[in-house]
């Protein structure tokens, strides 16, 4: 049973909905679809499935794209309802002849929906008895059609077998040819074996009778024999002389000494002897803004215009071409978006976009173009690379706020630290960009304390150990082999009494397949409840990211004894700084998780830490 069917704006204001059904709909499935498929450029999809406790719905809609109308049908997700498609299409028709932008209430349009569901719901029965009747027509045939081969099995069984006894008798094609079965047709089968059966008795007849095997096999080994002496004798003369020793060589020189320990002098459990002097690199990268050259067209677009500009006047001729640049068309159709959106997903591609993403937002792309009428002296792939901006503006830009220092001053009056977790896969940069944070954290005047919650790599204390003794940071470990969960929460209790303000927690890196590792680091993120949670990636990664971050979240959904687990809140990008322009890892993330990109890490030294341009990428995304 249909649930609810709405008709409302882009901008939101609903137009129409169905009284007859007047079901309340439990939760907000309307409002999730909005913002989980429609402001993300994801209603390339056919449906999207909306689970609440107690209930779950399946929502489609279609858009029409000139007016700017949004149609949604909501079922539930247990129905397998046929007619809503449709019921849809049929809806979007009728409602857009009768639509007037300054009308905002539509009474009139129930009687026309009570029609509309009741003819949707008539062509559903049809095609049910339609398929009933061929489903029947098909089982008949295929019944029939057992028979007959049944049949065809048994005659070749007596074939064979007739065709057995002519051997016998004789051994000439001839006789094969008077085989026949018993309906009166001649096996062609038969006669083609008793031809070359009947070649290869006469060749044996006039060698003198049956060939004998053991001859052959002497003379076999009589010609390998002769043919394999030649070689060895080959080989024994040409034995490899053997080299003479290399005399080792005596350095006259001898080599001056020089100090390659640089480390600073401390005993074996890290405690400094004298005091280091904090490292002080200047000014964080995050509080520099960068400046992006706004350009109006770039090279590659120019040389897009004259091609696309050379297609369409070989297909439809020079005026018509030129007429329809002036005048405009009518309505895009997918089939005039194609060429462009197919050269829009290749030059994502080679930005390094995951295949999956760059598909499925050209595919949202050409949902929203489709049915719109083209300006004057416009290009469809000017169109198309306009709504692929916006697309991508929209889905980089951060829908909640990204301010650490403000979430940490609201901590802070709570009295109360803020936590951070760092996690992510192996060899990525977690404790390096941990240590970055820290240092931008610091020019800031915050408490920062550090949390060696890494217990089972080698090094990884020391390395933190080591960050924390030059950036004069206090650090809380316990070792290795101990349990991060608990390690960590002794590091924020610690961090309370000493009246620290952020407590940063680095972990393990682990891949997304590590079942043992993921358990652990799910229960670290439930036992401490962090403030926010950050998944360290690499900005080198193509289509892995995406496997990456939806199996982390999977992972730590399934994996959590909680009923709403906690998930990745924010993306840090590690090695922005060796990737040219194949910045397409961005993309993908931000895409597949939802979370913002909060940090780019982009050079080795402390101060190379920064905000993610969206304007900047964008643009390079689609030069």
């Known amino acids: 049973m249909l649930e609810q069917l709405l008709i409302f704006t882009r901008g939101g204001l609903i137009l129409w909905t169905c009284k007859e059904l007047g079901n309340a709909l439990r939760g907000s499935p309307i409002d999730t679809l909005i913002r989980s498929c429609l402001l993300e450029e994801r209603s390339g999809a056919a449906s999207y499935n909306y689970d609440v406790p107690g209930v779950s719905y399946t929502l489609k809609w279609t858009f029409h794209n000139e007016l700017g109308l949004v149609f949604v049908a909501v079922y539930q997700k247990i129905l397998h309802l046929l007619y809503v498609d449709d019921l849809l299409a049929m809806v979007k028709r009728e409602f857009s002849e009768i639509y007037d932008p300054k009308r905002t209430a539509y009474d009139d349009f129930d009687e026309t929906f009570r029609q509309l569901r009741k003819e949707a719901e008539a062509r559903v029965e049809e095609m049910k008895k339609s398929k009933q009747v061929v489903s029947k027509q098909v089982s008949y045939l295929g019944?029939?059609?057992?028979?007959?081969?049944?049949?065809?099995?048994?005659?070749?069984?007596?074939?064979?077998?007739?065709?057995?006894?002519?051997?016998?008798?004789?051994?000439?094609?001839?006789?094969?040819?008077?085989?026949?079965?018993?309906?009166?047709?001649?096996?062609?089968?038969?006669?083609?074996?008793?031809?070359?059966?009947?070649?290869?008795?006469?060749?044996?007849?006039?060698?003198?009778?049956?060939?004998?095997?053991?001859?052959?096999?002497?003379?076999?080994?009589?010609?390998?024999?002769?043919?394999?002496n030649p070689v060895v004798n080959k080989v024994s003369k040409e034995e490899p002389k053997k080299k003479p020793a290399k005399k080792n060589r005596v350095w006259d020189d001898s080599p001056k000494e020089t100090k390659l320990d640089f480390t600073d002098p401390g005993s074996e459990n890290g405690d400094s002897f004298m005091a280091v002097q904090q490292v002080v690199e200047g000014e964080s990268m995050m509080d520099k803004d960068e400046i992006v050259s706004s350009d109006s067209e770039s090279e590659e677009d120019d040389d897009e215009a004259e091609t696309d500009k050379k297609v369409d006047s070989k297909k439809k001729g020079w005026f018509s071409s030129m007429f329809q640049s002036i005048a405009g068309k009518a309505n895009l159709e997918k089939a005039d978006l194609e060429p462009a959106l197919k050269a829009l997903k290749d030059r994502l591609m080679t930005k390094n976009v995951a295949e999956?993403?760059?598909?499925?937002?050209?595919?949202?792309?050409?949902?929203?173009?489709?049915?719109?009428?083209?300006?004057?002296?416009?290009?469809?792939?000017?169109?198309?690379?306009?709504?692929?901006?916006?697309?991508?503006?929209?889905?980089?830009?951060?829908?909640?706020?990204?301010?650490?220092?403000?979430?940490?001053?609201?901590?802070?009056?709570?009295?109360?630290?803020?936590?951070?977790?760092?996690?992510?896969?192996?060899?990525?940069?977690?404790?390096?960009?941990?240590?970055?944070?820290?240092?931008?954290?610091?020019?800031?005047?915050?408490?920062?304390?550090?949390?060696?919650?890494?217990?089972?790599?080698?090094?990884?204390?020391?390395?933190?150990?080591?960050?924390?003794?030059?950036?004069?940071?206090?650090?809380?470990?316990?070792?290795?082999?101990?349990?991060?969960?608990?390690?960590?929460?002794?590091?924020?209790?610690?961090?309370?009494?000493?009246?620290?303000?952020?407590?940063?927690?680095?972990?393990?890196g682990r891949m997304q397949d590590n079942e043992p590792l993921m358990r652990a680091l799910s229960k670290l993120i439930y036992v401490n409840s962090p403030d926010l949670v950050l998944f360290v990636g690499e900005a080198l990664v193509g289509n892995d990211a995406v496997d990456q971050l939806s199996k982390f979240n999977q992972k730590l959904a399934d994996l959590s004894p909680s009923p709403t687990p906690r998930l990745i809140d924010g993306i840090l990008l590690t090695k922005f700084d060796t990737i040219d322009d194949k910045v397409g890892a961005a993309l993908s993330m931000v895409y597949i998780s939802g979370a913002p990109v909060m940090f780019v890490g982009c050079g080795q030294s402390y101060t190379d830490l920064k905000k993610l341009n969206v304007k900047s990428i964008v643009k390079t995304l689609l030069k």
């Open 143 to 228: 019944k029939k059609q057992g028979q007959m081969q049944k049949s065809g099995f048994e005659g070749g069984n007596k074939k064979k077998s007739g065709g057995g006894e002519s051997g016998k008798d004789g051994s000439d094609g001839d006789n094969v040819k008077t085989v026949t079965m018993e309906n009166g047709h001649s096996n062609g089968e038969i006669e083609s074996r008793g031809r070359v059966n009947g070649k290869e008795n006469g060749d044996s007849n006039t060698n003198g009778g049956a060939f004998d095997v053991n001859k052959l096999q002497k003379l076999r080994s009589k010609g390998g024999k002769k043919a394999n």
């Open 356 to 508: 999956e993403i760059a598909e499925k937002l050209c595919e949202s792309v050409a949902v929203s173009l489709v049915g719109k009428k083209l300006a004057s002296f416009t290009r469809v792939s000017s169109t198309v690379q306009a709504a692929m901006e916006d697309a991508l503006v929209r889905i980089l830009t951060p829908r909640r706020s990204i301010d650490i220092l403000r979430d940490v001053h609201v901590s802070k009056e709570q009295r109360k630290p803020y936590v951070v977790v760092f996690v992510g896969v192996n060899g990525v940069g977690k404790s390096t960009n941990l240590a970055k944070v820290a240092y931008w954290l610091q020019q800031h005047d915050i408490n920062v304390m550090m949390a060696a919650c890494d217990t089972f790599r080698s090094g990884a204390v020391e390395q933190l150990r080591t960050h924390a003794r030059r950036l004069q940071i206090p650090i809380f470990e316990k070792g290795y082999e101990k349990d991060p969960a608990i390690v960590a929460k002794e590091a924020i209790q610690e961090a309370t009494r000493n009246g620290s303000d952020v407590v940063l927690v680095d972990t393990a």
